[in-house]
């Protein structure tokens, strides 16, 4: 085992220039063109089988997908950046899910590891004490940004392929690592999961840099408290008319977006677990003297479990239609993005706990933390729960410049070849059970 510690440590150049290279390069959900093509790329050098586009995402599972037009230009830009031509092509429609798999000789068991490679939609911060900025690998894209760590997640994965697929002959059974879109905003791995890549998986794991784990040399390994979660985007339709001559003739789209959003706030709250709602943008009308045909509001409802979001939902539709009656004007109600919540699996958690203490690698080994919030990886480990095989999410330890999403986000890159180890080690000790 040591051997693998020493070799992910030698890595850690190599982990570095590649997550400064993804941090440059920032793309958001569903537009991940050039650093999907990037995995597919390396994936299949390193001998993996690499199915992507269509073979794992399935269309009408895909949430939040941006306009035509934006992936459009998000494929001219990769390709402008030096993504192969060959994986944009089979990623088009923003279906930009990589799969790698690689069966081993000898038997064992099938085990899935999932990362994620969306950006968020942030301003990178040019201030002199932010290293992206004074070292030179600040994004480039305006407007996008690597403030969560996905780049670093991206970075990790490749680092475990390369690690397992160098250890070829040591390991058991099969390996499919598996890299997610659109993480941010929920939308990805409903699709993803739909297309069926995890319905054979025994062993999963998936983690994230920093969160609960903020401290350099810490790892987590179970994470509790996964909110279910659902994110609408409600259009309502009026009529417009002149407000001083004809208001009577018009019908207040504005007005009943107003109303639901107060009605929204004042859903019951759940005897079965805590709930959250959210109308976190309001926009409506066109001008002043003109009684507003339109309006949009954009909201989210979570749950403590999936059946208290359930509720949320069935309420907040129930609230939205209700208002738009109120004011006689139509509600389009979009779904946008989804989690449900999801559970532990102690015993797999209690195996990764026991490895690293065992490894002596962690200063700060924490049982379990939990997470508050919501994180589209639950799907992957409902649906291999659901097959009969266990789940486990970690948290990689680093020192955080500024919080997640905030211009300002950035985390210590020696948690890189760390997380390459443990995941390595992890790999092959599930593999082989
Ligand atoms: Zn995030
Ligand atoms: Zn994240």
Redesign the pocket.
């Known amino acids: 085992m040591e051997k693998i510690w020493q070799e992910a440590a030698a890595m850690q150049e190599e982990l570095v220039s590649r997550r400064r290279d993804l941090h440059k390069h920032p793309e958001s959900a569903w537009t991940e063109f050039r650093t999907a093509s990037m995995v597919a790329s390396t994936l299949e050098e390193l001998g993996y089988e690499v199915l992507c586009g269509s073979e794992v995402v399935q269309a009408e599972a895909m949430m939040g997908v941006p306009d035509e037009e934006v992936l459009a230009k998000a494929m001219q830009r990769a390709l402008a950046e030096g993504a192969d031509p060959r994986w944009v092509e089979k990623m088009r429609g923003g279906k930009t899910g990589v799969v790698g798999i690689m069966k081993f000789a000898r038997p064992g068991k099938v085990v899935g590891m999932r990362f994620d490679m969306d950006s968020?939609e942030v301003d990178e911060t040019n201030e002199a004490t932010h290293r992206p900025a004074s070292e030179g690998f600040r994004s480039v894209h305006a407007g996008l940004m690597h403030a969560?760590g996905h780049d670093g997640h991206v970075t990790v994965g490749l680092g475990v392929a390369g690690m397992l697929a160098r250890h070829k002959d040591e390991m058991c059974g099969v390996l499919k690592i598996i890299f997610q879109p659109g993480?941010?905003g929920v939308r990805g791995a409903r699709a993803m999961v739909a297309s069926g890549i995890v319905d054979d998986v025994d062993y999963f794991l998936s983690g994230h840099i920093g969160f609960n784990a903020n401290r350099d040399n810490m790892l987590a390994c179970m994470t509790d408290g996964f909110l279910a979660t659902t994110k609408l985007d409600a259009h309502f339709k009026g009529k417009s008319s002149h407000a001083g001559a004809a208001p009577e003739e018009g019908r207040n789209a504005l007005l009943a977006a107003a109303a639901a959003s107060i009605a929204l706030h004042s859903i019951s709250r759940h005897g079965k677990g805590v709930s959250r709602i959210n109308v976190g943008v309001l926009d409506a009308g066109t001008g002043r003297n003109v009684l507003p045909d339109r309006a949009v509001i954009k909201l989210e409802t979570r749950g403590g479990n999936t059946e208290v979001n359930e509720f949320m939902v069935s309420e907040a539709k129930r609230m939205l239609k209700a208002s738009a009656d109120l004011y006689n004007v139509e509600v389009a109600i979009d779904e946008v993005g989804g989690a449900p919540s999801c559970s532990l699996d102690e015993e797999m958690g209690r195996e990764v706990y026991d490895l690293a203490t065992a490894s002596g690698k962690f200063a700060e080994v924490v049982p379990k933390v939990n997470l508050g919030a919501s994180e589209d990886c639950s799907y992957f480990m409902e649906r291999v729960q659901q097959q009969g095989g266990k789940a486990v999410y970690m948290m990689f330890g680093s020192v955080l410049k500024a919080g997640?999403?905030n211009s300002a986000f950035d985390f210590n890159e020696d948690c890189l070849p760390k997380s390459v180890a443990f995941l390595t080690v992890l790999a092959r000790h599930f593999a082989a059970k």
């Open positions: 968020n969560c993480e941010e997640h999403h």
